[in-house]
């Protein structure tokens, strides 16, 4: 599943409402990986969560994945 949740992000981050999905349906998926007992998929999920930043606004990322790192440490 992981590797495939890169493309995922990128193919529906092109139109604005497949942008919204990726914040308020995609993001919340990785956020739970991230904390994964399984450093493999956490691991995983670090990656794909450095991806989907390069897809989002300069706000998107302040609001989303500043809060979702924070709530990780």
């Keep these: ?3 495939h949740l890169t493309p995922i992000a990128k ?9 919204k999905s990726l914040i308020s349906t995609l993001l ?4 739970r990986l991230l904390v994964d007992d399984t450093s493999k998929i956490s691991m995983g999920a670090a990656e ?6 390069e897809l989002l606004t300069e706000e998107d990322r302040r609001d989303n994945i500043l809060t979702i790192m924070l709530g990780i440490t």
């Design 1 to 3: 599943m992981l590797p």
């Design 11 to 19: 193919l529906i981050s092109k139109k604005e409402e497949g942008y």
């Design 28 to 31: 919340p998926v990785v956020k």
């Design 48 to 53: 794909v969560l450095a991806n989907i930043v």
